[in-house]
């Protein structure tokens, strides 16, 4: 196929340098790349060149991790001199124009109610079937601002928006096309009480009370989130969001936080979330490593997609009880199985 071809040469530029040759007295002798950072010259298709000094890495000896050929120009990290990430300010007005937070005392208190009849439901049906959980914020205020404020730092220096739900853009996928009957083999409904549950949990990220969750920079793992308080199984952690397109659109994209959003027979209608552009706290949530015994091991986090009113919708919810300071993980391929995280740390 033509876009098989073309998708190899573009890998073969970016990754395969050319040899350098260095004549010595008899005019003779050359030099294949290597990795500055392990030294070794194998695994040439992984091989990154960087566009200034023309040195190369390894795609999975660089920190953090790169999971695939970047598009555009690639500098390493001494010709770009990475440094932390600029934080953002611990300012309440900011923060609220940020996260576009809204103010309603009438409707924190119907939040409240909704609270209330849960609590009284949920020990109705508890003995039929375990039901989703709503996180349960931080009760302090400043402290919801530092984790709102780690977030907002992370999405400012990943230049993305904001955005606390699926996005449809011009020369996109139209919402029209997100159809939960087209998923091949079907698809989990979201029973009414977890859909109630969800818009409550969206009701609260809108009022400014996140989920207690902190983006901390790791200098191997690169951004990462992590539980600020103890959470729950069961627990809806967040939704996965973003700007939804179809997959044929995004074969050749290298964006390495793509997520399956339908899965259809017809592979024309398969649907992705890109949260490159517009995104949550999902985004930085990271995936273990499938080929380490110890890999599974750090999965806290499950990635279910769900049929909610006929549309499909991903949501990350704790698989286990996850303690403080504990950074959360889950599993890529949970799916299609065809992820690349045998370098993922």
């Given at each position: 196929?033509?876009?098989?071809?073309?998708?190899?040469?573009?890998?073969?530029?970016?990754?395969?340098?050319?040899?350098?040759?260095?004549?010595?007295?008899?005019?003779?002798?050359?030099?294949?790349?290597?990795?500055?950072?392990?030294?070794?010259?194998?695994?040439?298709?992984?091989?990154?060149?960087?566009?200034?000094?023309?040195?190369?890495?390894?795609?999975?000896?660089?920190?953090?991790?790169?999971?695939?050929?970047?598009?555009?120009?690639?500098?390493?990290?001494?010709?770009?001199?990475?440094?932390?990430?600029?934080?953002?300010?611990?300012?309440?007005?900011?923060?609220?124009?940020?996260?576009?937070?809204?103010?309603?005392?009438?409707?924190?208190?119907?939040?409240?109610?909704?609270?209330?009849?849960?609590?009284?439901?949920?020990?109705?049906?508890?003995?039929?079937?375990?039901?989703?959980?709503?996180?349960?914020?931080?009760?302090?205020?400043?402290?919801?601002?530092?984790?709102?404020?780690?977030?907002?730092?992370?999405?400012?220096?990943?230049?993305?928006?904001?955005?606390?739900?699926?996005?449809?853009?011009?020369?996109?996928?139209?919402?029209?096309?997100?159809?939960?009957?087209?998923?091949?083999?079907?698809?989990?409904?979201?029973?009414?009480?977890?859909?109630?549950?969800?818009?409550?949990?969206?009701?609260?990220?809108?009022?400014?009370?996140?989920?207690?969750?902190?983006?901390?920079?790791?200098?191997?793992?690169?951004?990462?989130?992590?539980?600020d308080r103890y959470i729950k199984d069961l627990t809806i952690i967040t939704e996965y969001v973003g700007d939804v397109d179809y997959l044929k659109n995004r074969e050749n994209d290298d964006g390495d936080s793509m997520m399956t959003l339908l899965h259809a027979s017809n592979p024309s209608k398969?649907?992705?979330?890109?949260?490159?552009?517009?995104?949550?706290?999902?985004?930085?949530?990271?995936?273990?490593?499938?080929?380490?015994?110890?890999?599974?091991?750090?999965?806290?986090?499950?990635?279910?997609?769900?049929?909610?009113?006929?549309?499909?919708?991903?949501?990350?919810?704790?698989?286990?009880?996850?303690?403080?300071?504990?950074?959360?993980?889950?599993?890529?391929?949970?799916?299609?199985?065809?992820?690349?995280?045998?370098?993922?740390?």
């Amino acid at each position: 196929m033509a876009v098989a071809k073309t998708t190899t040469m573009i890998l073969r530029r970016r990754t395969r340098a050319p040899r350098r040759y260095s004549e010595d007295e008899d005019g003779l002798g050359c030099d294949d790349v290597y990795c500055e950072r392990c030294g070794s010259g194998d695994f040439g298709s992984k091989l990154l060149l960087c566009d200034k000094c023309d040195k190369g890495y390894h795609l999975f000896c660089l920190r953090p991790i790169l999971v695939s050929v970047p598009k555009g120009s690639w500098f390493c990290p001494s010709c770009t001199n990475i440094k932390q990430p600029q934080l953002f300010p611990l300012v309440q007005t900011k923060i609220v124009d940020f996260f576009r937070i809204r103010r309603s005392s009438e409707s924190m208190e119907n939040q409240s109610n909704i609270k209330k009849r849960k609590r009284a439901c949920s020990l109705a049906v508890s003995k039929r079937k375990r039901k989703l959980l709503a996180y349960n914020p931080t009760e302090d205020p400043q402290r919801r601002l530092e984790q709102m404020a780690s977030l907002a730092t992370a999405l400012k220096a990943s230049g993305t928006e904001y955005s606390d739900g699926l996005t449809y853009r011009p020369g996109m996928a139209l919402r029209s096309a997100n159809c939960a009957a087209l998923e091949k083999g079907g698809m989990q409904i979201l029973p009414k009480e977890d859909i109630e549950t969800l818009n409550l949990c969206k009701k609260m990220m809108e009022k400014g009370e996140c989920p207690p969750l902190m983006v901390v920079f790791d200098p191997v793992e690169g951004f990462t989130v992590q539980a600020d308080r103890y959470i729950k199984d069961l627990t809806i952690i967040t939704e996965y969001v973003g700007d939804v397109d179809y997959l044929k659109n995004r074969e050749n994209d290298d964006g390495d936080s793509m997520m399956t959003l339908l899965h259809a027979s017809n592979p024309s209608k398969s649907l992705v979330i890109c949260p490159d552009k517009r995104s949550n706290i999902a985004r930085f949530v990271n995936g273990i490593n499938n080929f380490s015994p110890d890999g599974r091991k750090k999965q806290n986090v499950k990635c279910v997609r769900y049929n909610v009113n006929g549309e499909c919708r991903v949501l990350l919810i704790a698989n286990r009880d996850i303690r403080k300071g504990e950074r959360l993980y889950y599993d890529y391929n949970g799916y299609e199985h065809e992820y690349p995280t045998e370098h993922f740390v």
